[in-house]
C-alpha cells in the first residue's frame, strides 16, 4: 500500500515537472520567433518618422529644386515649390505651396524663419501665386502670401506682404513693413511703414547695390551648401587634428 502510495507522488511529481519544464521551453521558443519576427531585414529601408521632411509632395505636385539651389536641412517645401538656380532658402522657413505656385527665382534667397504661401484666388483679380524674380533678398522672420516681387529688390526683415501685392523692380521695402492687399510699390522707391508708405525715391548706387546683396548671400550659401555633401568638410579638421598629434596621414 505504502509502495503504491508513493509511486502515485513520483509519477505526479514527474509529469509536473516535465509540463512546467515543457512551458519554459514553450515560452523561451515563443520569445526567441517574436525577436525573429521584429528584426528587420538587412535591406529594408529605414525611415525616420520622428525626423521633420524636407520635401512633401501633395498630390501630383512635388517641390522642385535646382541642383545648385541651397535648401538649409530643417526648410519645409510643400506641393508647387520650385526653387530655381543659384537660389538659397535658409533656416526654419516654410514654403507651402498646397493651393497655389511659389517660385523662387535665380540668385534669390529667403532667409531665417520666412513662411511664404499662397491662396486659391487674389480678391484683386492679380496672380495669387507668389512669385519671387531674380536677385531678389527677402528679410529674416517675413510673411508673404500671394505676392509678386520683381527683380532685384530687398524685403526687409518683419516684413509682411498680402494678397495681390506687388513690389515693381529696383525697390526697397524697410524692416517691419505691411504692404496691403492690391498695393503696389513702383519702381526705384523705398517704402516703409504699417501699412507701407512712399519714403524716397532711390539713387542709382542704391539700385546698384541691391543685385549685389543677393549675390555675396548666393556665395555664402556655398560654404553651408558644401557642408551637406555626402563627406562634408569635416575631413579637413580630421587631418588637422592628425598633425596636431603628429599621425601620419
Request: some cysteine; overall charge positive; glycine content about 6%.
Given at each position: 500500500?505504502?509502495?503504491?502510495?508513493?509511486?502515485?507522488?513520483?509519477?505526479?511529481?514527474?509529469?509536473?515537472?516535465?509540463?512546467?519544464?515543457?512551458n519554459v521551453i514553450?515560452?523561451?521558443s515563443f520569445a526567441?520567433?517574436?525577436?525573429?519576427?521584429?528584426?528587420?531585414?538587412?535591406?529594408?529601408?529605414?525611415?525616420?518618422?520622428?525626423?521633420?521632411?524636407?520635401?512633401?509632395?501633395?498630390?501630383?505636385?512635388?517641390?522642385?529644386?535646382?541642383?545648385?539651389?541651397?535648401?538649409?536641412?530643417?526648410?519645409?517645401?510643400?506641393?508647387?515649390?520650385?526653387?530655381?538656380?543659384?537660389?538659397?532658402?535658409?533656416?526654419?522657413?516654410?514654403?507651402?505651396?498646397?493651393?497655389?505656385?511659389?517660385?523662387?527665382?535665380?540668385?534669390?534667397?529667403?532667409?531665417?524663419?520666412?513662411?511664404?504661401?499662397?491662396?486659391?484666388?487674389?480678391?484683386?483679380?492679380?496672380?495669387?501665386?507668389?512669385?519671387?524674380?531674380?536677385?531678389?533678398?527677402?528679410?529674416?522672420?517675413?510673411?508673404?502670401?500671394?505676392?509678386?516681387?520683381?527683380?532685384?529688390?530687398?524685403?526687409?526683415?518683419?516684413?509682411?506682404?498680402?494678397?495681390?501685392?506687388?513690389?515693381?523692380?529696383?525697390?526697397?521695402?524697410?524692416?517691419?513693413?505691411?504692404?496691403?492687399?492690391?498695393?503696389?510699390?513702383?519702381?526705384?522707391?523705398?517704402?516703409?511703414?504699417?501699412?507701407?508708405?512712399?519714403?524716397?525715391?532711390?539713387?542709382?548706387?542704391?539700385?546698384?547695390?541691391?543685385?549685389?546683396?543677393?549675390?555675396?548671400?548666393?556665395?555664402?550659401?556655398?560654404?553651408?551648401?558644401?557642408?551637406?555633401?555626402?563627406?562634408?568638410?569635416?575631413?579637413?579638421?580630421?587631418?588637422?587634428?592628425?598633425?596636431?598629434?603628429?599621425?601620419?596621414?
Open positions: 500500500m505504502a509502495t503504491s502510495i508513493a509511486a502515485r507522488f513520483s509519477r505526479k511529481a514527474a509529469a509536473s515537472a516535465f509540463s512546467g519544464c515543457r514553450a515560452s523561451r526567441t520567433e517574436a525577436a525573429k519576427t521584429i528584426t528587420p531585414s538587412s535591406d529594408r529601408v529605414k525611415w525616420d518618422y520622428r525626423g521633420q521632411r524636407k520635401i512633401i509632395p501633395l498630390g501630383q505636385w512635388v517641390p522642385k529644386v535646382a541642383v545648385d539651389a541651397y535648401v538649409a536641412p530643417n526648410v519645409v517645401l510643400a506641393g508647387q515649390v520650385t526653387v530655381n538656380d543659384g537660389a538659397s532658402v535658409w533656416n526654419g522657413c516654410v514654403l507651402r505651396g498646397d493651393l497655389n505656385k511659389i517660385t523662387v527665382g535665380f540668385c534669390s534667397n529667403v532667409q531665417e524663419r520666412c513662411v511664404i504661401h499662397a491662396a486659391w484666388s487674389s480678391p484683386t483679380g492679380l496672380p495669387a501665386e507668389t512669385l519671387i524674380e531674380r536677385f531678389v533678398t527677402i528679410g529674416a522672420y517675413s510673411l508673404l502670401r500671394s505676392c509678386t516681387i520683381e527683380p532685384e529688390c530687398i524685403i526687409g526683415q518683419h516684413s509682411i506682404l498680402m494678397e495681390g501685392s506687388l513690389v515693381e523692380t529696383h525697390s526697397i521695402l524697410e524692416a517691419g513693413s505691411v504692404v496691403p492687399p492690391g498695393r503696389r510699390i513702383p519702381t526705384g522707391e523705398l517704402w516703409a511703414g504699417n501699412p507701407a508708405r512712399f519714403v524716397r525715391a532711390l539713387t542709382h548706387e542704391e539700385t546698384l547695390e541691391i543685385p549685389k546683396l543677393a549675390v555675396a548671400i548666393n556665395d555664402l550659401s556655398k560654404e553651408h551648401f558644401s557642408e551637406f555633401l555626402p563627406y562634408s568638410t569635416a575631413y579637413l579638421e580630421v587631418e588637422k587634428l592628425k598633425k596636431s598629434l603628429g599621425i601620419t596621414i
